[in-house]
């Protein structure tokens, strides 16, 4: 049984860090993704990465988010830098297989100006 845990929302300030953790299990998982849904807004994508450590990012996070793995673990995670109020969301992990993606619950991520 697939199972996603994302871990590491919560409360900051703008200019704050923050560092979201997704523990998945029960597949061997390909590209790992990172949405956000904000309040009244579609859910999109903020961070993609491939099995072999390439990355691409949406341009609203690019040089203030990294995303990186631990295949070991089997692990994402999104370090989240120089935060923003415009990124308060929801944030999402998302494992593709071969077959199937997977999504987690989700944890919300605060950023008060």
């Known amino acids: 049984q697939v199972k996603l845990v994302e871990s590491g929302g919560g409360l900051v300030q703008a200019g704050e860090s923050l560092r979201l953790s997704c523990a998945a299990s029960g597949s061997i998982f390909r590209t790992m993704n990172w949405y956000r849904q904000a309040p009244g807004k579609q859910r999109e994508l903020v961070a993609t990465i491939t099995p072999g450590g390439g990355t691409n990012y949406a341009d609203s996070v690019k040089g203030r988010f990294t995303i990186s793995r631990d295949n070991a673990k089997n692990t994402v995670y999104l370090q989240m830098n120089s935060l923003k109020p415009e990124d308060t969301a929801v944030y999402y992990c998302?494992?593709?297989?071969?077959?199937?993606?997977?999504w987690g619950q989700g944890t919300q991520v605060t950023v008060s100006s």
């Open positions: 998302n494992a593709q297989t071969w077959v199937s993606g997977y």
